[in-house]
Antibody, heavy 117, light 107 residues
């Protein structure tokens, strides 16, 4: 069955960078785009961007463009999301999610990123 | 960006009740509307896609309807495991956006 397994929780200082990984199994990695969605405490879900390893395409939300980098390693069936110049507002649970088109059938377990001095 | 507005933001209901949650888009999204259920500390789960199509494995007490800008999620007979937060999401145009959520609590 499809599984997305993310890396563990991170605590970072303001201005630092964080890199979260998401290992996919149970399907051909290049079949679906991989999306990153975050949820700040008490807030709604926010789409950050996506990668499509099959066609080598990435898309970013305007909010993180310039600070976010999404990459992948096809041989390792792993996607990565790096966010730089962290600020307190980036404290959130970060999810990878995948599925057909823009329907998120499969989700990772989430990675809590805490930004605090 | 397309704005998604859900109502109510929370509701209290009893087991067996019929529950309806609404979602409004700031422009027409045809039927590109998904519904997710999120339990505390867990990832969201896709319940309904394309406004009215039940995801495989989701109980038939869940149903979705609507088109254009107005959509509803209905739980025909609320069960104990349905107490959670529900989010709508438009998949019509990136950036995809989510509603603010509706928390369904036990009365």
């Amino acid at each position: 069955q499809v599984q997305l397994v993310q890396s563990g929780a991170e605590v970072k200082k303001p201005g630092a960078s964080v890199k979260v990984s998401c290992k996919a199994s149970g399907y051909t990695f290049t079949t679906y785009a991989m999306h990153w969605v975050r949820q700040a405490p008490g807030q709604r879900l926010e789409w950050m961007g996506s990668i499509n390893a099959g066609i080598g395409d990435t898309k970013y939300s305007q909010k993180i463009k310039g600070r976010g980098t999404m990459t992948w390693d096809t041989s390792a069936t792993t996607a990565y999301m790096e966010l730089s110049s962290l600020r307190s507002e980036d404290t959130a649970v970060y999810y990878c999610a995948s599925g057909l088109n823009w329907d998120f059938d499969y989700w990772g377990q989430g990675t809590l990123v805490t930004v605090s001095s | 960006d397309i704005q998604m507005t859900q109502s109510p933001s929370s509701l209290s209901a009893s087991v067996g009740d019929r529950v309806t949650i609404t979602c409004r888009a700031s422009q027409s999204i045809i039927a590109y509307l998904n519904w997710y259920q999120q339990k505390q500390g867990k990832a969201p789960k896709l319940l309904i896609y394309a406004a009215s199509r039940l995801q495989s494995g989701v109980p038939s007490r869940f149903s979705g309807s609507g088109s254009g800008t107005d959509f509803t999620l209905t739980i025909s007979s609320l069960q104990p495991e349905d107490f959670a937060t529900y989010y709508c999401q438009q998949s019509y145009s990136p950036p995809v956006t989510f509603g603010g959520g509706t928390k369904v609590e036990i009365k």
